[in-house]
């Protein structure tokens, strides 16, 4: 048994506080990892809050962990101690599943399991990256490239992948215009990756707050969604919109943004249902699609094109006493653009 220390909250209203964890001991396939970064992601806030359903605590939130390896089980070969690792937002899942089989683990027909707020195929919680430890099988870790750092490459795990992912199966590349609504975590990452990808692309965000930012991350055009003159000035304009905007928005105003076969992606996910008026699908044979994370072969993909195109999160590192400040400045939409914890300070 190893024990980590962790940071953990005991219900919806609770603040962090300081935590001893058990972690396996290595099964054959098992590498343990000593977490050194891990990023806050919005899904932390809403499942350490309980507002995407009951939740066991206490709970270590974190799915964007970048660490060392520091152990090895017998069985395992593509690791060795000393390798910088990367974990994001699940741990494992069936693996013979059509899905696991075509390395769309994420879509595990039998549900793949979370890094956090699950329960692992020994029938314990798992616990995530809020700690200084973790045990994860080999087939779930990616390999970290030497050109990224450990605390900018965190939030790759979870908000570089949620964005590659549709940006590569919809094919953002040269020729394509692709909008990125929202200019948050995921956002700015999608700005840059899409940028990157040869992808002429505008950022749509409430406001022109951020403009100088997303023009320096590579947004060719940027645009207030608050005024109503964007929607008529870009009627018709985009093959490929990515929507990481988790509130509930007017969605039939941005369908009619898209082209002729444009598709307009969430990854947000709102938590009520959208009203959608189908005739502004049907009329330009548009689609409305939905994309959860990648599958871990993808993950290590994104992180190997990040590290090529020399792309990295901006990141703003705390210290394990400011999650709770960090939360609320979430909340406030006052980060610039992924918070991420020094696990040292742990
Ligand atoms: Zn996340
Ligand atoms: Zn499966």
Redesign the pocket.
Known sequence: MIIAKARAVDGPDQQFRSAEIKRRDLDTNDVLIEIKYAGICHSDIHTAHGEWGPVNYPLVPGHEIAGIVTDVGTGVSNYKVGDRVGVGCMVD?????D??RKGE?QY???G?IPTYAGVDKYGEPTQGGYSTHIVVVEDFIVRIPDNIALDAAAPLLCAGITTYSPLHHWGAGPGKKVAVVGMGGLGHMAVKIAHAMGAEVTVLSQSLSKKEDGLQFGADHYFATSEPETFEKLAGTFDLMINTVSANIDINAYFSLLTLDGTLVNVGAPAEPLAVNVFSLIGHRRSFAGSMIGGIRETQEMLDFCAEHDIAPNIEVISADQIDEAYKRVLASDVKYRFVIDISTM
Do not use: H, Y
């Not at 899942?93 to 599943?97: A, I, R, T």
């Open positions: 899942s069936c693996g013979e599943c899905n696991c683990e595990c027909l039998k793949n």
